[in-house]
């Protein structure tokens, strides 16, 4: 898991970084500080471009990495370490980062409406999974909490444990949802 949470942190600040970057960039051209040839600049847009895309797709896709991560870690616990190697996760990291480096270039090279389609589409899939994975892990333990309540006749616990990991997740989606939410706003809007 904290492999996972490396590289989604990587991906994040990939974007952060890039989206800088072309901003300096922007920013030297017009004001005339740097002057380059228009190949080149559509060259750079295009890479950087393409880093913000990849960046994305692999942020997203390493949100639900982890989500299946913690899915596997509840419901299958005692068979959890044979499931997830560091073979596998490594496998996976790999694929993750070589899957959205290539789809971003198919992107950036097929520029229109049905390349904002697709990354809608994966967006709003991947989000539909990751919420699904995390309401039925917290059904779970909320009725696991409230069958060792009533062994124990406490009825207060069981609420206050499944509450700080709703508000926890809640906090982890919205912030995901107000830094991403814009963007993909954008994409929608464009669509139509």
Not at 122 to 147: D, E, P, V
């Amino acid at each position: 898991m904290y492999y996972f949470i490396c590289c989604l942190a990587v991906s994040d600040m990939l974007v952060s970084v890039s989206n800088l970057v072309e901003t300096l960039f922007m920013l030297l051209l017009e004001h005339e500080m740097m002057v380059v040839q228009p190949t080149t600049v559509m060259h750079l847009d295009n890479a950087m471009d393409m880093l913000i895309c990849s960046s994305l797709m692999s942020s997203l896709s390493f949100l639900g990495v982890i989500a299946i991560d913690r899915y596997i870690t509840i419901f299958y616990a005692l068979r959890y370490h044979s499931i997830m190697t560091i073979q596998r996760a490594v496998t996976i990291i790999v694929v993750v980062w070589v899957v959205s480096s290539i789809s971003s270039t198919i992107f950036i090279a097929y520029d229109g409406k049905a390349v904002i389609l697709c990354l809608v589409i994966f967006f709003l899939s991947m989000i539909t999974l990751i919420m699904g994975l995390y309401i039925h892990m917290f059904s779970l333990a909320h009725q696991h909490a409230r069958r060792i309540s009533s062994l124990q006749r406490k009825q207060s616990a069981p609420q206050f444990t499944s509450m700080r990991g709703a508000i926890t997740l809640t906090i982890l989606l919205g912030v995901f949802f107000i830094c991403w939410g814009p963007f993909f706003l954008h994409l929608i809007l464009i669509l139509t």
